[in-house]
């Protein structure tokens, strides 16, 4: 069932795993019920050793994460204040930033706050990268060395994290 597990952020319910699995089965002594209850309770214990282990999460509700499309998002003001603050503001090294369940991300950084920014209306990705540009990137390398970077090869990164954020919103 790990690949269940292999895309970050990532939904599923066990029924997920147990469909999977009958789909993927090839003996025909597998597809007994005794044998389905037998995964389903194997699975259930996966899951159960994977979050007490941390390498799952467990949530009871469903939180909508709305992805980047073009001209159909964008990033309200409230979510652009709060970047502001806690990347450039007062906040600034003293509190983290978080999605709705308080999940710390940890990367965020000033190039994000113009991304977001760009993103106050709904935009097409080529159209962001462009805005973007207009802004020097840099990434520290393992070896401590800054390198300046494209517009066009930060821009999925900041989607990627302002998507795990929450923050996008449909017009």
Same mark, same amino acid.
């Given at each position: 069932? +790990?690949?269940?597990?292999?895309?970050?952020?990532?939904?599923?319910?066990?029924?997920?795993?147990?469909?999977?699995?009958?789909?993927?089965? &090839?003996?025909?002594?597998?597809?007994? /019920? /005794?044998?389905?209850?037998?995964? $389903?309770?194997?699975?259930?214990?996966?899951? +159960?050793? !994977?979050?007490?282990?941390?390498?799952?999460?467990?949530?009871?509700? /469903?939180?909508?994460?709305?992805?980047?499309?073009?001209?159909?998002?964008?990033?309200? /003001? %409230?979510?652009?204040?709060?970047?502001?603050?806690?990347?450039?503001?007062?906040?600034?090294?003293?509190? *983290?930033?978080?999605? !709705?369940?308080?999940?710390?991300?940890?990367?965020?950084?000033?190039?994000?706050?113009?991304?977001?920014?760009?993103?106050?209306?709904?935009? =097409?990705?080529? &159209?962001?990268?462009?805005?973007?540009?207009? =802004? %020097?990137?840099?990434?520290?390398?393992?070896? *401590?060395?800054?390198? &300046?970077? $494209?517009?066009?090869?930060?821009?999925?990164?900041?989607?990627?994290? +302002?998507?795990? +954020?929450?923050?996008? $919103? %449909?017009?």
């Amino acid at each position: 069932m +790990l690949h269940l597990m292999e895309t970050p952020n990532k939904s599923f319910k066990i029924q997920d795993g147990v469909k999977y699995w009958k789909e993927n089965i &090839q003996d025909e002594n597998d597809k007994t /019920e /005794e044998k389905i209850n037998e995964v $389903t309770v194997n699975l259930r214990k996966f899951i +159960l050793n !994977s979050m007490i282990n941390g390498k799952i999460k467990f949530y009871c509700s /469903e939180n909508e994460t709305i992805p980047f499309e073009d001209n159909e998002v964008y990033i309200p /003001e %409230k979510f652009r204040n709060y970047l502001k603050t806690l990347i450039v503001g007062e906040g600034a090294g003293i509190i *983290g930033i978080a999605n !709705s369940r308080n999940e710390i991300i940890n990367d965020m950084n000033d190039v994000d706050v113009v991304v977001v920014d760009i993103l106050a209306e709904p935009k =097409t990705k080529e &159209q962001a990268i462009k805005e973007l540009e207009n =802004t %020097k990137i840099y990434r520290t390398m393992q070896n *401590g060395e800054r390198v &300046q970077i $494209t517009a066009e090869e930060y821009f999925p990164e900041s989607i990627t994290k +302002l998507e795990y +954020l929450g923050y996008f $919103t %449909k017009k």
